[in-house]
Structure formats: structure tokens, C-alpha cells
């Protein structure tokens, strides 16, 4: 038995190879595979039978290599999981798998000899490790992993992402809440609506410009007209009678129709136009619109209505003005602004029920009065949140909406 000193002579590693005979060249190439590394230890161990090794070295050695063979082979053999689990017991068993059968003999191997049978024990048992893995790994994706009976509950959890709630979405429930402690209670009313409701009851006859075809969004609907088969049909198009909503203020006209005063509503929901999109345009929009209807309602209480409303929602220095304007439900009408951080912003537009309106509806406008408003939402929430462009609102990019 002889130690391996540094001094002894080495060969090149190119003579170091498959070629080279035993008995010849043992000595010398345990030497080289001693110093130049583990891959090469690997081939030597497996190979090499030199004089040089002690007996007892040469058993482990080889009990090592009989361990790797045959521990690699049974998991490259699994078929399920419980082959794999069945190996695992047998090779890498903590208690007394075959593994740590032989690394309890390491102890008697000698002093000199240990750097050697340390290196290959470590050896083995990394490969026999990565056969483990490879055929958990195989076994899991056969079987959608959870139920392959190996279930490691210290890796984390998957993180659930939390949705919330949309800045408009948010914007609306507040508002419905400040109202709502004013005694407005919220009504709704369809996207989808007729011309009666969305202009004729509101005071906006045929020939009104608001009705033009090019500021609305009239539905129509397709026939087929000719031709046979899924690829030849001839389909027409026919103007129907309805349109998507253009404004809110047709939920007034639903509330009043199905119900008799004192009426005290508000209605949040989305309005139609065929605007371009830009930083404050939006084919799509929210309004909030408010209607209070009894015996004796003036432009004083809209005029309070507002103010509570606004001192609620952007603050209690905010104030509020009205603006002499048109609109064919309302007489008078009135543009509201709100004086807000320095500026008058406009909101949107009010004004006392037009008689005309409250005769459409079957009110008698001798016996009630009322006032009307209707607010844009995404200019509230917008001030509100310092929001400059409306086109984030609808863009749906989470590094904007996750700041609301
Ligand atoms: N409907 C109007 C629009 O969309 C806003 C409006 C103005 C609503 C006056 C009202 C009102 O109820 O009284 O521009």
C-alpha cells in the first residue's frame, strides 16, 4: 500500500484514456485523475484496479460503483411513483439504504486512502440524486404532479392575485354613497335604448342635431338576403329602431314613467358617442345623473343638492356656480362648474324640469316641479385622482390601475 504524494511523476493527460492497459498504466493514471479533478477520478475508479489501492479501498470503491449502477438503473426503470419512492428507500434510505450502507464503511478506510473514497462517495451520491430528481421529475408530469405522492410542503405557496375594484367602479360607489345620505336612491335603466326614451320624452324632437346618425350609435341589425351556403350569403343591413344610449337622462324618464312623486334618484352608468378617442374623450363614458321630483322643488335645492354633493366628494372649500345654458328636458337650464384647486372646472348641466317632460311622463306640471342634473364621472374621479389622460382609465394596464 503506497500513498499518493504530489511528487510522484504524472502522465499527460492525453495518455490518459481508454486506450491505455491496466496493469501498465495504473499507477499512473490514478495519479493524474488524483490531480486533475473528479470527472476523471470517475473513469479511474471505474476502471482502474492498481496495485497501488489497498483491498479495503478497492471493495468500497467498487461496492460504490455497484451502488451507482444499479440505484441509476432502478430509477431510469420507474414507472410510477411508487417505483420511484420504492428506490429511493432502497439506494438513498437514510437508515439503511444501500448508500449508506457503504458510506458507514468509509470509516475504516485509511487515513490516506480517505481523500479518494470521499471524493467517489460524493460522487455517487450526487448521480444517484440527479436519477432521483430525473425520475420525479418524469413520474410528476406523467401524472400532474400533485398526485404523484410527493408533496414538499415547505416550497411556498402559489401567490393568489388579488383583483380590485376599477377607479370608475370606485368613483360610482362613492357617489351612490354620498347621495344615497341625501335620500337619492340609485336607479338603472338599459344601454340599449329606444328613441322615446334617449330623446323624444326628453324633449329632443326628429329634427334635433343630437340626433344626427353621425353623434350616435344606432344599432342595426343583418339579414341574409340571397345566396346559398355559409360562404355565399348576401347579407343586408336594416336600420333598427334602437340606439346605444347617448346620456342618462333616460333613466329619468323610466323613474317617472313607473312611478309617481316625490321621486329622489340617481342613475350611474355608461353613455355612447362616436367621439375619437383623446385625453379627455372617450366613446365611452359613465354620467351620474340626478333627478328630484315633489310639490314645490326649486333651483335652490339643486343648487344645495350640488354643493353638499361636491363639498362630499372634492372637498368641503370647493364652490359651485351656475352658468345660464340649453338643454331641451330643462328650463331653466344651467352649466355647472366647480370651483376646485384654483380654477372653474366644469362637471356637466341642470336645470328644473321641462313641463314638457313631466307631460310626457303623465305628470301633471301645475301639481310637481323638479330638477334634473347630470354630471360626467370620469371628470370627478379624474379631478379627484389627478388623472390627466381618460384613456388610462380603459387601457387596462395594471401599473396604472393597481394605484387606485
Ligand atoms: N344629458 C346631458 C348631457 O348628456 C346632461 C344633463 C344636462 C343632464 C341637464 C340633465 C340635465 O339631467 O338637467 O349632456
Redesign the pocket.
Known sequence: MRSLKRSEPRSPPEQYGLGFHRSERAVSGFETAFFSGARQHAFFFESGRGESMSANLEAFLAALAAVQDEGCGAFRDAQQASDVEAARIRFLGAKSGAFKEIEKQFAEIEKSEKRIAGMKLNEVKTALKAALDTALAAVQGEQGGARSGTFDMTVPGVELSMGHVHPITQTIDHLKEIMGRMGFEAAEGPEVEDPWHNFVALNIPEDHPARDPLDNFYLSTARVIGGEGPLSEVHRTEPMNYLLRS?T?TV?IRVMESRRPPIRVISLGRVYRPDAPDATHYPMFH?M?GLMVDAGVTMANLKTVLRVFANNYLGSDVQIRFRPSF?P??EP?VEVDFWWNGGWIEF????MVDPAVLTAVGYDPQEVTGF???LGVERLCMRRHGITDIRDLYSGDLRFLNQF
Open positions: 346620456q337622462s329619468q354620467q345623473e338643454f328636458f330643462t337650464s356637466g348641466g341642470a336645470g334634473a342634473f347630470g
